[in-house]
C-alpha cells in the first residue's frame, strides 16, 4: 500500500521527514530532520549537524513530508499529524488498518 495523507498514521514512519511544530516542551519545536526510530511513546528523529533527538509522540505536532511520484514528477505532500493519534507500538499500529477495513 502506498503511503498517503490519508493512512500515514497506519504506516512506517521510519524514514519520512518530520519537524515538530507544536509541542508541550517549548525545546523540542523547531526539531526536524529524518525519522530513524519510533518506540510506543517516541520518535526518535536524526537531526542534521546534530545528534538524535527523542521527541514524545504525546503531546506534539508533527508535519511530516511524504514523497510522492505523479506522473513523471516528484513532489512532497505535508501532512499535519497530531502525535496522540501516533501513540501505540509501531506493529501494532500498522495492524490496524487491516481491521478498519474490515468494518
Not at 71 to 100: A, D, F, H
Amino acid at each position: 500500500m502506498e503511503i498517503s495523507a490519508y493512512n500515514l498514521i497506519f504506516h512506517e514512519l521510519i524514514g519520512l521527514f518530520t519537524e515538530v511544530i507544536n509541542s508541550n516542551n517549548p525545546s523540542l519545536e523547531e526539531i526536524r530532520g529524518k525519522v530513524v526510530g519510533e518506540t510506543r511513546n517516541m520518535l526518535i528523529v536524526e537531526t542534521y549537524g546534530e545528534y538524535e533527538k527523542m521527541v514524545p509522540k504525546s503531546g506534539s505536532t508533527f508535519l511530516f513530508h511524504i514523497p510522492l511520484l505523479r506522473g513523471n514528477t516528484r513532489v512532497t505532500e505535508q501532512v499535519k499529524v497530531n502525535g496522540n493519534l501516533l501513540l501505540s507500538q509501531p506493529e501494532n499500529r500498522i495492524k490496524n488498518i487491516r481491521k478498519i477495513r474490515m468494518r
